[in-house]
């Protein structure tokens, strides 16, 4: 595995998590250790826990379910961009990446991820996120997915207009990446969700693979 990043968060009760929403609870339901024959756990969460994709279902009430995402989308070219220094993103900062034209996944990587690095623990509701023109400016240049490095692309109890102009164009939504350590570039982008029927959205393993060139 040295040729791949796992750019995903490990699911615990550490995890930060959104608030009103349960923390994450893992229990051994069977023990070895108390004498039973296996190890048999069971996992409590919701399903916008650590990395995980969003989908129309969660903005739109006749939106696709997770099942529906495009497996073209979530598997492919993807480029790491860099922006350490801003509090919220905009279209402009997008525009100033000078990415490439024919891009099509873009994952951002902010200050955000240094909490990752830290271990923080708690929910910071001053996260870095997307206004709802940045969200436009993704759709307008046919990008099919936006990955963040935070546990929402929209900034906390901002404009749901982020979240639903990328929904209702079908860009494939991933929060809660972990980009501590990753440099800017051409990557492999590896994202699968739990195929969880009639789910709003689900969480996922994201790894990258760098490209060379």
Request: charged share 20%; hydrophobic share 45%; proline share 6%.
């Amino acid at each position: 595995m040295t040729d791949y990043l796992d750019i995903s968060l490990a699911i615990s009760p550490d995890l930060p998590h959104w608030p009103g929403s349960p923390r994450v609870e893992l229990s051994r339901r069977r023990d070895m250790g108390q004498g039973d024959a296996v190890n048999d756990s069971v996992l409590l969460c919701g399903v916008h826990t650590g990395t995980h994709v969003d989908a129309p279902l969660h903005f739109l009430a006749d939106g696709a379910d997770v099942t529906q995402l495009a497996l073209d989308a979530l598997i492919g070219p993807a480029v790491v961009a860099a922006l350490p220094d801003v509090d919220v993103v905009t279209a402009e900062d997008l525009d100033a990446l000078n990415l490439p034209n024919d891009m099509q996944r873009l994952l951002l990587r902010t200050r955000n991820s240094e909490g990752w690095q830290r271990g923080d623990r708690e929910f910071r509701a001053d996260f870095v996120a997307l206004t709802a023109a940045a969200a436009r400016w993704v759709v307008a240049r046919g990008i099919r997915l936006i990955g963040v490095d935070y546990l929402s692309v929209q900034i906390f109890r901002g404009d749901p207009q982020t979240h639903i102009a990328l929904l209702q164009a079908g860009v494939v939504i991933v929060e809660g990446l972990n980009l501590a350590g990753v440099a800017p570039g051409s990557y492999e982008l590896i994202c699968l969700p739990l195929k969880l029927a009639g789910a709003e959205g689900a969480p996922a393993r994201a790894v990258l693979r760098k490209l060379s060139g």
